[in-house]
């Protein structure tokens, strides 16, 4: 069964360059883009599904690359359940795990840290809570583990790992651990800055990353709290292979300089916007669009920059699929649109100006998810569904 997208107006294929796509048509087929051209060459009674865009804009879902899963759609550090369904109403149709560490009485031993992750990552293999596929199962990285324990977590589907969280003595002990993880294909995200919780180190720093060379920074804008901009300098500098993850939970002054100096750098593909949510700072479901408006009216950014970091460039990354409006990638597709008693003509200039986008449908694994979000406001244009 298909889902087919219908006069579309302006649009965003997620890559770096933030290009439309070519045509103002596209069409789902199953969980997979099937098809991009023109709306003449659709007919309605062709397709399951047919939403006509009626000249709003179309983009790739936004993937969160920093969300506190736990198991199911529920945060105990809130009390909130739902949350990810709450996150999907502000576009998020991904969530990448930043390690299950506010899971009630997590284990800290290499046994324990070990059969979590697993769990987490089995928990949501087939499991989408409203839609929203959910990269789970982040190994937190804890004294003990061993390279043959990251080959075993690999080869039970095990792809991520998070620093930051264990009991190490000082930050430079991380080292060893995050070089045995990479060494068999783990992707390591390394808390950066001040501490977040009590237990935690303290800070880490420059120093620190420089002799992990994790593959993201996580939350290098603060976590809430960010490092001095000497030592940002360093890490755009001297660790260019280094995603830098800027999110809504962190210091926006922060995010702002690391935004010019990887642009400086001609560095644009090592920017992520996330969220670093659901932690003390809250559950935020329009997170990903508020870091997106903020950098982009206060910060260096372009519209399409934004999107590019918060689609395509987390894909790039993560080696995931996702994050792109192209034939055979995942059907994860937003359509947004200015928002009503704006002085914006669509979703780009509203991010321009500030303004958080409507959104006015979420399409994951092909399938229409809704066609009002309850968490943005009222479009300019009449989006519907004509079929």
């Known amino acids: 069964m298909t889902t087919a997208i219908i006069n579309i107006g302006t649009s965003h294929d997620g890559g770096p360059d933030g290009a439309p796509i070519p045509g103002d048509a596209l069409v789902c087929d199953g969980d997979a883009i099937a098809w991009i051209g023109d709306s003449a ?32 759609d529920y945060t105990p550090r809130q009390q909130t359940i739902g949350f990810l369904d709450s996150y999907l109403h502000g576009g998020t149709t991904r969530a990448i795990s930043a390690s299950e560490v506010h899971t009630p009485g997590r284990p800290k031993d290499v046994v324990g840290v070990k059969a979590l992750a697993i769990a987490a990552q089995r928990c949501f293999q087939d499991y989408r809570p409203s839609g929203v596929t959910v990269h789970a199962g982040s190994v937190i990285l804890e004294p003990g583990l061993t390279r ?168 790039e990354v993560y080696g995931l699929d996702a994050g792109r409006l192209e034939v055979g990638r995942p059907a994860d597709v937003l359509v947004i649109d200015a928002p009503i008693g704006g002085q914006a003509d669509d979703a780009f200039g509203a991010l321009e100006l500030g303004d958080l986008p409507a959104v006015v449908v979420a399409i994951t694994q092909g399938e229409i998810r809704f066609t009002k979000s309850r968490n943005t406001p009222t479009a300019v244009r009449a989006v519907q569904l004509v079929s």
Not at 205 to 230: I, Q, Y
Request: proline fraction near 5%.
């Open 41 to 72: 060459e659709v007919s309605t009674g062709d397709h399951r599904s047919v939403v006509d865009a009626a000249g709003a804009t179309v983009v790739p879902g936004w993937i969160d690359s920093h969300v506190h899963t736990t198991f199911g």
């Open 148 to 315: 043959e324990d990251f080959r075993e977590l690999r080869e039970a589907g095990v792809w991520m790992a998070k620093g930051g969280f264990g009991a190490f003595e000082a930050p430079e002990d991380y080292a060893p651990i995050v070089h045995a993880a990479t060494a068999e294909g783990i992707l390591v995200m390394c808390h950066t800055g001040g501490g977040s919780i009590p237990g935690s180190l303290s800070k880490i720093g420059a120093d620190a990353l420089l002799a992990m060379r994790p593959t993201v920074a996580g939350h290098v804008n603060g976590g809430p709290t960010s490092l001095a901009r000497a030592e940002l300098e360093r890490l755009t500098a001297e660790l260019p292979d280094m995603a830098l993850q800027l999110v809504q939970a962190g210091n926006l002054r922060s995010a702002i300089d690391i935004c010019e100096l990887a642009l400086e750098a001609d560095d644009f593909h090592r920017i992520l916007v996330a969220t670093d949510t659901p932690t003390g700072t809250g559950v935020i479901p329009l997170g990903m669009i508020r870091q997106m408006a903020e950098l982009v009216s206060l910060g260096p950014l372009s519209a399409r920059q934004a999107i590019s970091a918060s689609t395509g460039n987390v894909g």
